[in-house]
């Protein structure tokens, strides 16, 4: 019921910034939560950030606290995802995604409308 569509991955150094976003089409954006989630090459997607659909409840995978801010605009029908002092061990391919029904999780397994993802490499 709504299309999602990530942009802004790419090659960047150890210590380095990249600005990830996800554009919605279709019917229905603000209604839900959404959130940002990677997956690396040969392990499971894990959940990077959540938001709630007003924006005013945050959730941060642990080792992204601190260096990651994920912000949604629903008049713009957008979601980001600020990196700051990016690792080697954040190389993945990134997607957002939003659950199907009203309700806020932190969990994987809940959401279930999903981008086509973003390659995200950092270098050592």
């Known amino acids: 019921q709504v299309q999602l569509v990530e942009s802004g991955g790419g090659l960047v150094q150890a210590g380095g910034s990249l600005r990830l976003s996800c554009t919605a089409s279709g019917r229905t954006f603000s209604n839900y939560a959404m959130g940002w989630f990677r997956q690396a090459s040969g392990k499971e997607r894990e959940v990077v950030a959540t938001?709630?659909?007003?924006?005013?409840?945050?959730d941060y995978g642990n080792s992204v606290k601190g260096r990651f801010t994920i912000a949604r605009d629903n008049t713009k029908r957008t979601l980001t995802l600020q990196m700051n002092s990016l690792k080697p061990e954040d190389t993945a391919v990134y997607y957002c995604?939003?659950?199907?029904?009203?309700?806020?999780?932190?969990?994987?397994?809940?959401?279930?409308?999903w981008g086509q993802g973003t390659q995200v490499t950092v270098a050592s």
């Open positions: 938001i709630n659909w007003s924006g005013a409840t945050i």
């Open positions: 995604a939003t659950r199907s029904i009203p309700g806020y999780s932190v969990f994987v397994k809940e959401y279930t409308n």
